[in-house]
């Protein structure tokens, strides 16, 4: 008996995450785009916008609801989102936000956001259809909580902030466990390199192979990875100025994999 309970317990505190989208703000092939990224056969080069969905402690929580979750949702048979976190206010990242009322219909409850003062600012003003009273039936329902640089709880599980900069914007990646989530930044300042330590897994944004003013490149990538040292790393919000995937795993730490669009994974 204590073998089995403790066999459960195990399995109770596995997260899971499913990379919804691992592409950059155009995604991967571009409208129009003749490289030879764009028109590769590959499936693991067919790049939705950059997000994540994370099973873990029973919850549900998806991180950024881009313009793809409606089709990424589909594709993995979601039908539950307990939480959104939410990176930043760019529109790669929550211009799905309306879709979220599907979610809405089915679990038949308002969902909880999770995102900085000015973000939870934006969407009251870009979504303000949804906030209005009465309640319009056909508009997302939708809690706001700001954060701020601190650690907070969503029911049983402890969500660790931490502050990093998309060119000059600061933007939120997180920390669940042993997992942590970083897109969309350039710099990550000393407060945000300590609460990365000790990681089993780090999913970590590289742009391109060339610098850019507000993404790390992949060598910028590589840098914080080696300097961390997580077990196990993955790239992602990846351009198509970085090789095809089977390209790109040949030039990497045996310990570093570029995501792609539904990889899944256990921790």
Known sequence: MQYWNYIRKQLSNTMKVTFLGTGASHGIPIVG???????????????????????????????????????????????????????????????????????????????????????VNLIKSEYAYAFKEPHYPGAPEIDLHPIFNEPFNINDTTITPIMVYHGDLPTSAFRINNFAYVTDAKTIPAEGMNRLQNLDTLVINALRTEPHKAHLSLSEALEIISELKPRQAYLTHISHKIPVYNELVKQLPTNVLPAYDGLKIEI
């Open 33 to 119: 785009c003749k490289c030879s990224v764009c028109q590769s056969d590959n499936i693991k080069d067919k790049r939705l916008r950059s997000s994540v969905y994370i099973e873990v402690d029973g919850q549900h929580i998806l991180i950024d609801p881009g313009p793809d979750l409606r089709q990424a949702a589909l594709r993995e048979g979601i039908t539950q989102i307990d939480a959104v976190l939410i990176t930043h206010e760019h529109k790669d990242h929550t211009a799905g936000i309306d879709d979220i009322r599907t979610f809405n219909y089915i679990m038949r409850k308002a969902i909880p956001f999770y995102a900085q003062q000015r973000i």
